[in-house]
């Protein structure tokens, strides 16, 4: 059984930074691509970035690229999410996920493991 424990959030004001902790159980980590998603309430959680299994390759959401950084530390079976400049909008519990295998997806669908969420606040 797979387990991942997210840490990190929090409240702040906008144009703070904020950095994202994710913690996986389990031996095969490196074996599968991560993504982070957030969910606003009332909504379906939304894709905001994902990253390989070596790390050397990352996408990201319209609304976060250029201010938000997904990166991993295989040895540790962590991967982390930089947040900068944040917005009021970015407010939402943040998820992050492993795909199904190394392919990244950018839906939902494509994890089948999912942390209990952190929560960001961002005040203007």
């Known amino acids: 059984q797979v387990q991942l424990v997210e840490s990190g959030g929090g409240l702040v004001q906008a144009g703070s930074s904020l950095k994202l902790t994710c913690e996986a159980s389990?031996?095969?980590?490196?074996?599968?691509?991560m993504g982070w998603f957030r969910q606003f309430p009332g909504k379906e959680p939304e894709f905001v970035a994902a990253i390989s299994i070596s790390g050397g390759y990352t996408t990201y959401a319209d609304s976060v690229k250029g201010r938000f950084t997904i990166s991993r530390d295989n040895g540790k079976n962590t991967v982390y999410l930089q947040m900068n400049s944040l917005k009021p909008e970015d407010t939402a519990v943040y998820f992050c996920a492993r795909s199904q295998s190394r392919i990244i997806f950018r839906t939902q669908g494509g994890y089948d493991y999912w942390g209990q969420g952190t929560q960001v606040t961002v005040s203007s």
């Open positions: 389990g031996r095969t980590f490196s074996s599968f691509a």
